[in-house]
């Protein structure tokens, strides 16, 4: 019940992390079209199989979040969840999504200024917008407002959409308050991922 990452030997959690044999089997089928598509098995589907039941019920609920729409692409998707961890400063899901967002975009150099510092990275205002609305979400979730929703409603995404951005938001500060708090690493090969 031991997982490290294979070059540095850090744990990739500080709590005990299963061995895939011994998780259910629609887990080790989780794992296996991970490996199949990404060549090898995130390390936050390892860690959250410490609780499998809840690993289930979470990659479910995130791959929901992530289906595009018509006005919030797969890769605004990815930019909400950055923007989010760069405010909660979660190494975890900077490096995972940073890599993701590379791969959405197909422009790894914006991808990466979009991760480190949005405001800077020459987005247009619908963009933007999108991305302060998920960082005030972060930040003070009690000052948003009915004027947040118009806002990204003037910029064309429907309400379920900006309800999007809001739940994506959202899940992701649940998910950087766990990789955080139960000391989660990022797999080695992300780092070298759409380049």
């Not at 979040?65 to 890769?75: G, K, R």
Request: net charge negative; proline share 6%.
């Amino acid at each position: 019940m031991t997982g490290t990452e294979k070059k540095t030997g850090v744990p990739i959690s500080w709590f005990p992390v299963p061995d895939e044999s011994e998780l259910p089997e629609s887990l080790q089928g989780l794992f296996a079209k991970a490996r199949e598509n990404l060549g090898f098995v995130p390390n936050v589907f390892r860690a959250y199989s410490f609780r499998p039941e809840r690993l289930s019920a979470w990659f479910s609920h995130f791959k929901i979040l992530h289906e595009p729409t018509e006005n919030l692409s797969v890769a605004e998707r990815e930019m909400v969840a950055v923007a989010v961890s760069m405010e909660n400063g979660c190494l975890y899901c900077l490096v995972a999504h940073g890599a993701a967002l590379r791969e959405a975009l197909g422009d790894p150099i914006l991808a990466d200024r979009i991760t480190l510092d949005y405001r800077r990275a020459g987005l247009d205002e619908r963009r933007t917008a999108i991305l302060d609305l998920a960082v005030k979400v972060t930040n003070e979730p009690l000052e948003c407002s009915p004027e947040d929703i118009e806002k990204l409603k003037g910029f064309g995404l429907t309400l379920e959409e900006v309800w999007d951005v809001i739940e994506i938001a959202s899940m992701y500060n649940f998910t950087n308050r766990m990789s955080l708090a139960c000391g989660k690493i990022p797999n080695e090969e992300y780092h070298a991922l759409a380049r």
